[in-house]
């Protein structure tokens, strides 16, 4: 029985970017093809709009993630990115909006309900606000959680350290107190050293300085070091008469000893070959 399969093995992408490109019109700011990936660029306003048109009209019917990306030199800080796939192409495309801290952008929980809780992770992680959403609560975090831990400007100790108090028999918040030994880096060359003694290195001031040679050696010529012609005469001689094996291979039978009258002379025994009895 032969299965057939409605998406293809592999798909291209050629013309994909073109089609869609046409398809968005006025919704569409860019679009590019990059690792051979198509991602595209629309209005932040439009964003529910154009991604309907894809699923609807052009088969992208799954949602797979959604995204975010800081840019803190930028106005726009914050790119919102849909990660969508075709099961009937076996393709996917990107899609992607701007966003800034006090913009929000329309919400998709209208075309996937799963778009709740990625929405949800963005909005925690990076802040982006998203409306619409029927339960915009941080995911991730604990409740009271100050900032957002995926932007570029957070501090990478955080704010708040959570512990159990043994003393208040509770869970507590306190700032971050990083207390903690090594804490003091310094970035020097490994050739340099550093200006202070290291442990176990206090032994090595007291040594006596070991002198300096007095005549460097160097091998100007063949003979310095050991070449020339009589050492490749000598170097072209046997060492040895080869291995022990080898020797004991090479020695001659001993030879019967002459007949006589009362020994005659002994027949040469035939040899067995590798199917006879013994």
Known sequence: MTVVHAA?????????????AKALGTMLIHTKEEHGEI???????RIEDALQLLRDEHDY?????IAGVDYPAR???FDVVYMLLSLTKNHRIM???????????????????????LEREVYDLYGVIFAGNPDLRRILTDYGFEGH?????????????????????????????LAQDFRTFEFMSPWEGADYVLPGDEKAAQAPATPPVAEPKTTDKPADTGAGEKTNARAAKKASNGSPAQTK???????????TESRPARKPRAKKSQGDPE
Do not use: H, N
């Open 39 to 45: 991602v595209i660029g629309v209005e932040r306003e």
């Open 75 to 77: 106005d726009e800080r």
């Open 249 to 259: 291979s090479r020695k001659k039978e001993p030879e019967a000893p002459a007949p």
């Open 8 to 20: 293809p093995k592999s798909a291209q992408i050629d013309g994909i970017a073109d089609t869609l």
């Open 149 to 177: 831990p995926f932007r570029k400007d957070f501090p990478l100790t955080g704010y708040q350290e959570l512990r159990y108090s043994e003393e208040a028999k509770r869970v507590v918040y306190e700032p971050v107190e």
């Open 61 to 65: 019917q799954q949602l797979m993630e």
């Open 95 to 117: 899609v992607k909006c701007r966003a800034a801290e006090d913009t929000p952008v329309p919400t998709v929980t209208t075309l996937w309900p799963v778009a709740g809780w």
